[in-house]
């Protein structure tokens, strides 16, 4: 794995080993893509104006997320169906996240279940990703099952009253292989995703069988549940943000989803700063993810008010390659990468990031 | 025709079915074609700001347009000669419409004529696209015939003093295929369009038949010879759209024309928030086409103002690779792709849509 | 020469029937060339706002431009040496220029005399263009001549000190073919470009006998000399336009000399708005050239301010491809295109043109 | 090397006559290279506003430097290890701006000593650039050497408390070939940079050696053991030029060590109006580098007030060509493009040098 020294190449590398309907489902985003483009190409058009001579020693890259300790402001989002990219699936990449001290988040749709993954990586920090189902009774089995097996939050995704369209897997009438299961689920619910039939068989799951008629009070139930602290997954204003707060969200994911969900919404990081400014009263945390791939694209985002950032394809990329040492590796790179990026731009831990250290190119414009 | 799941694949499949001088015409733009590219571009400059957990029930496309109720807030704009792309051309075009509940506009200058359109579409709500001749009661004529055929409005186009100047038709000397007829009219004015002898046959025609020299008093003739309301087709300019009103137009369709008339003109939708402005206190209502290819793009257009948005060029798309079926198969994308904005917007019905759902993508400069 | 109907086909077709050395010198502009591509790029971010129902009778392009009546707004610019071009060269050009109805500007630099172009161009409205040598009894012979001969104005050029740096003239050694001669002098001074040595020739002739100490009071010298009204050609700052104006000239041609002279200069169409502004209480005419190539720019310069706009490269195309006949077809070119602009914009005159009819790009990026 | 008539054609020469790893490592960047593209396009977004007339006799590029008569406002920045482009690497180059009359910086990681270049180009204006080395007896004597052989100032780099992460010296393994030693010291600290093992050797050389939590004490340190003049070279902010001058510093050098420390950060011109203002009332001069590769760069960054522009990348491309003759031949280019800069730009000498020479495009979107 160390031949891999940068995210892309991890990228272009795995694109070459995954099967087509995997490699298509994993990299897709809504209808055209353009948000896919733009969540990379917004980062750019920041600027990191670094210190010089600050008397750096050691710089740390530690942080708290939501009271737990983690090993750097970089953490794995929840993506669907890991044992597509390789045989470990979730199970490896939660190890991954274990060995290298960061959040790992399990999604519900994944192919391991709650109780194999917090088996595997006990002393992960481990956040559990919620999809309400109409079955209310389903969705509540999920939480308490996370609340058991030691997850330490509610990452509840509220950006998906149905999936987006994704071209590719339309096409590809895309569907988990027959060799694998929805493994938080039993019956039909871990298996109804196979026989697509016709376009993407997971939008046909979704649509059947996920509630999109959910209100903020849903927080409130959930908060009536459950004693994990919920973090309101895939919020891109600043009054949404507000109104997940105040429904009882201890922390909001500024993210698009990676673009999957509809095109031509702002990039994630665009979004980010809206939603800080928003909250910034309130005793919240605030993370983003969606097109993070290098350590001055986390730098940035922490400059914006980021507590932490997360980031989905890039862990399945590494799965791919190498699954858990994949995974490993592109931690390493990125814990590299943003050392590097500390050091230089003269900040020798988390909590002396300040919000001049970043500016829209724009700034430079007026001379 | 279930293969084709967005504009861009229709259009692409379509240019290699249709005949080089069709295709031409239909795809061709004024000169260098700047603005044609901008009318797309224009669009993704935009960006949508989804509301999450709003409770969404069915979301509802329907509306009503100048009171007449549609199943969505797209239409079909009108273009000339559409057997050219299907030996059914505007009879398919306008059974499509009428099977999927969308306005079909018929173009003066068609190859089938307004009453074989209402026969073929008797429920589709139908208007009629007029040019003024200079002959009067030619156009007296056109507009009783679609009043008496049960047409519920008349477009006026007021872009087109003369036609554009698109390169490709001038290199290939357009002309209408001798088979075909100009089928509003009979003898010469129905195929003199055939002997272009030099340059553009479509512009010579125009040149010797169209009265130039129209003034929003044309409105008001137009106004004592039907009880139709009037569309003004053709707008970019806030004292314009005031002008057509103050003639007496109970709607304002903003419209570069599809890029065929001048280039370097604003994309429609650039053009459309200071139309929506400056009318904003009449009691009409305004429309756009231009560009139009996704799901998003409508909504877009919606949130700046728009009461229902309008294509052109899909159409041709649909028709030419299906006909009927084709046409369909357009709508069809056009509302698919248009629920799942409604959906992840949180937007559940038309009139629920507001002008904060969506920016200028320079908002995010602003840090 | 009816094959052609735009600008860039006249480009490329005439790059293929010239030689290189003569290919490279004319179509060259100064190191990295980005002003070059600016030239024409600047055009393309301003948008005309087309006015509807104006009521159009025959659109008129006739103006005057210092008192003399032309059949349209457009003009040549004086380019050296065109019987590089063309055998007829300069003769050619102005006798296509006459019969069009346009100034004809005659470079110092020409292989053509004076006299010779006045002969075979009686009527048109010529101007001579000027460079000031060092020996001022050179430059006033020049002077008279052309004022003899019946030419109109000088058109004395202002941004030359020195010749710009065009690498592909350095590379190719650039100078004259011995079979022409500089046939506004005599003897040395119309051979000694042959002679080039090293580098550029013609930059090698412009150091050596070019006056590159010049000051404003030369104008008045000018003035002193001759009745002809001056223009300075080569302005691009709003304090250079005054300064000109108050030493005596009658008009501004903002030019950055076709990108030729100095990269990283602003587009002469970027430069216009300042000049005008700067010049507005008093009574000169301003007009610009660079990169103008279609009708719709002409039509924006003119919107912000031009009386007339020029064009050096177009003819040199148009003389290549078919000597007089092809600038006659390009001057066609132009007119067709302006009168479609003139119609669909909704102005059917020159004097009929306001500053509203046009907007930069920038101007819709407010919603 | 008189074939070469532009930076970008010996940049282009030399890629293809230097080994891989040495052309790597002179021409990468950090990371994703965006910055590295950056400090050439930003030059782009700038607009030279020439004057024309002004009366030009001769046009003077010489000026002073901290009290040293240079023949132009470009010198040679430090760059490491240059017997890796040519035999005689720093001595070619050194002698070069001697015999150019322009400032030589020796790198503190220099294949050749700072006794070897004294004694080469004893007549040159030498600067020495040092890094501070943990074990400060070794740091004291490089000052003091540096001092004692006639060097006139000291650059101390700011920037760099970690080596940058370039790619393509970590896949490279980058280290000095066998037979060369940084000549400014003996024993290990002369040759350790061979064995890199794994990633880049020089990136463990500088980890290992460098002491990486400097503060801005550290330059009263300096002051208080030599008398040279030291000048902050690596800052990007306005605040840190604040700092450096109040600690001692006679200079600053804006620069983002051509963009190969972190990717993301402000191209160096951007940074330098920013730098100006905030010294502005101080009695220092700001130089700038990175990017520069024209005549009208060196030009823009003076009227945004730079008082000298220094070059990296160049000067080893003409290196690697041509040795010492490569290194003038680049040195004649900027010359000569700068002498076209000044005479068509109307400014005789750098002392004439305004700000209203210059202004970013954005300016003129304003109609
Ligand atoms: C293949 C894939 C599957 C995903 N599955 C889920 C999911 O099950 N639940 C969820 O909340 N988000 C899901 N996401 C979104 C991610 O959690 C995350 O927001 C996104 O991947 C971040 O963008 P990035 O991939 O550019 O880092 C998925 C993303 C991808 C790429
Ligand atoms: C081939 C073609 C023919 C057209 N014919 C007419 C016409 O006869 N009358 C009219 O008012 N508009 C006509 N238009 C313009 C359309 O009504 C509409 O404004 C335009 O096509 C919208 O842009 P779009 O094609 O990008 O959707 C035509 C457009 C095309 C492409
Ligand atoms: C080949 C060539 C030769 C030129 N020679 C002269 C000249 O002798 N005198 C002058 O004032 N301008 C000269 N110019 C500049 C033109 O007058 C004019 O400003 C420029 O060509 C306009 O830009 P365009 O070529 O994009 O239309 C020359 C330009 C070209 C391309
Ligand atoms: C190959 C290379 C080696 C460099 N070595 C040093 C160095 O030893 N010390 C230093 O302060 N800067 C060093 N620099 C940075 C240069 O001094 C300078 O800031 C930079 O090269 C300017 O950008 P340019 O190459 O685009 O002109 C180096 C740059 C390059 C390209």
Redesign the pocket.
């Known amino acids: 794995m160390e031949k891999y020294i940068s995210i892309k190449e991890l990228e272009e590398a795995a694109a070459s080993v995954l099967p087509k309907a995997a490699r298509d489902?994993?990299?897709s985003g809504a209808t055209d893509e353009h948000t896919l483009q733009e969540?990379k190409r917004a980062f750019q058009r920041l600027r990191i104006r670094p210190k010089c001579l600050v008397g750096l020693t050691d710089c740390n890259l530690r942080t708290t997320v939501l009271g737990n300790e983690v090993s750097m402001p970089v953490g794995i989002?929840?993506?669907?169906?890991q044992r597509m990219a390789h045989p470990d699936g979730e199970i490896a990449n939660a190890k991954a996240a274990e060995k290298e001290g960061v959040i790992f988040?399990l999604?519900?749709?994944a192919t391991s279940s709650i109780e194999e993954v917090a088996k595997a990586a006990p002393r992960a920090v481990k956040w559990f990703?919620l999809?309400i189902y109409n079955d209310r009774e389903v969705t509540r089995n999920l939480v308490l099952r996370a609340e058991r097996a030691g997850f330490k939050a509610i990452?509840l995704?509220v950006d998906?009253p149905v999936f987006g369209l994704r071209r590719a897997d339309v096409h590809n009438k895309f569907s988990l292989p027959q060799h694998l299961r929805l493994s938080n689920f039993e019956g039909f619910l871990s298996t109804k995703i196979h026989s697509s039939g016709e376009g993407s068989g997971l939008n046909t799951y979704v649509n059947n069988l996920f509630d999109k008629s959910l209100t903020w009070d849903e927080i409130k139930w959930l908060r009536s549940i459950t004693n994990l602290p919920i973090i309101a997954?895939?919020i891109l204003r600043g009054d949404d943000a507000v109104k997940a707060v105040n429904a009882g969200c201890s922390a909001i994911l500024v993210?698009n989803?990676?673009?999957?969900q509809l095109d031509g919404v702002p990039a994630?990081i665009e979004a980010l700063p809206e939603v800080v400014e928003a909250v910034k009263h309130y005793n919240v945390e605030v993370y983003m993810?969606?097109?993070?791939?290098t350590g001055t694209d986390v730098y940035k985002a922490l400059t914006l008010g980021a507590k932490a950032v997360?980031?989905?394809?890039?862990a399945?990329w590494g799965l791919a390659l190498g699954g858990q040492a994949g995974v490993e590796r592109m931690l390493k790179i990125f814990r590299t990468e943003l050392e590097y990026t500390f050091n230089i731009a003269g900040t020798s831990s988390v909590a002396d990031i300040t919000k001049d250290m970043v500016v829209h190119e724009s700034a430079y414009s007026k001379l």
Chains 1, 2, 3, 4 share one sequence.
Do not use: C, E, I
């Not at 989002?77 to 169906?81: D, K």
């Not at 993810?289 to 791939?293: A, F, I, L, Q, T």
């Open positions: 489902y994993y990299k969540n989002s929840p993506t669907a169906m988040t999604s519900t749709l990703q999809y990452a995704t998906t997954k895939g993210s989803h990676g673009a999957r994630s993810d969606g097109g993070v791939s997360f980031v989905g394809r890039p399945l």
